[in-house]
């Protein structure tokens, strides 16, 4: 499978891969009014892989973000968290691990176990280039064998592309304080001065950290989790309608991509709950909720 960017779609078009639940019309739609910055006409792909993990494409380059490649139900329930008897992954790969791990290069935004797993480990190979939110994960990373591991910041670049970590909260204060494994997240900027700038924000919740990344960089997408991820008890880990909302008032000209929904035992936000509310909540044109398997260009 050819993950190589589309460079001659518009902005306004949509790839439609494998399971793919929107009409390439809805996509159409939701795009209208959306502009690229100024001189910069190409388009940016990002395919829906399953949970977390996705496809960027931008700048010639493709990024694999957070690769989870488990069999579906080969893992157990996370403890102490919604629907934790179900075993997880919920649902198959949409598309083949080799096929995956062909990718320029791999973004892990933290080590937790559906961003970055064993299945995963074994598919990629080792002198890939990784990029790892800090240097306790690079460390992490390199023990299993991986030669060519980097740290983000605020101006790391590859291959052209401008690499940009950003914060993140996985959960609110209480939450953090009840489960200290949650540990640190990031979120990554991709900029190219011939592509949208495009802002992945990780597993957090709405807060000032997506608030600045929003601010500084005014990317025009931005790729929410936001399946609404719940340790029971306590409030949701990731984002869920009201934080996409959030997001939406405080980038409104942008384009919101839902990722991270239905994969995971503790995710209970489904894909139809945010389409219906961002219907209610007059967004829906800047809302775009891929299946598994599924690209869009934005």
């Keep these: 499978m050819d993950f190589k960017t589309e460079h001659g779609m518009t902005r306004r078009q949509a790839l439609l891969m494998t399971g793919g639940a929107f009409a390439a019309a809805s996509l159409m739609a939701a795009t209208q009014g959306w502009a690229n910055p100024v001189g910069t006409p190409k388009t940016a792909k990002v395919t829906q892989v399953r949970n977390a993990t996705i496809l960027v494409e931008t700048g010639g380059v493709t990024f ?17 968290s919604a629907s934790s008897h179900l075993s997880n992954p919920l649902v198959t790969l949409p598309m083949p691990q080799d096929d995956l791990a062909t990718a320029d290069a791999v973004i892990v935004t933290h080590l937790h176990l559906d961003h970055w797993d064993d299945a995963a480990k074994a598919a990629i190979a080792r002198d890939k280039p990784i990029f790892a939110q800090s240097e306790h994960d690079a460390g992490l990373i390199r023990a299993d064998g991986f030669t060519d591991v980097h740290v983000l910041t605020e101006a790391t670049e590859f291959n052209g592309v401008r690499l940009i970590k950003t914060g993140g909260q996985h959960g609110n204060d209480a939450t953090l304080e009840a489960f200290p494994t949650m540990g640190d997240v990031c979120g990554v900027v991709f900029s190219h001065p011939e592509f949208p700038t495009l802002y992945v924000a990780g597993d957090t919740i709405w807060n000032a950290h997506v608030q600045a990344a929003i601010d500084t960089h005014k990317p025009a997408a931005i790729v ?16 869920g ?6 997001v939406h008032r405080a980038a409104p000209e942008a384009i919101l991509i839902a990722s991270h929904m239905e994969a995971i035992n503790h995710c209970i936000l489904s894909r139809q709950v945010l389409r219906d509310f961002s219907v209610q909540n007059g967004f829906e044109q800047k809302l775009l909720i891929p299946a598994d398997g599924e690209a869009v260009m934005v």
């Design 224 to 239: 929410l989790n936001a399946g609404n991820a719940v340790m029971m008890g306590f409030d949701p880990i990731i984002m």
């Design 64 to 80: 694999l973000i957070d690769p989870l490649f488990a069999d579906q139900g080969s893992l157990p329930g996370f403890p102490a």
């Design 241 to 246: 309608t009201e934080d996409v909302l959030a």
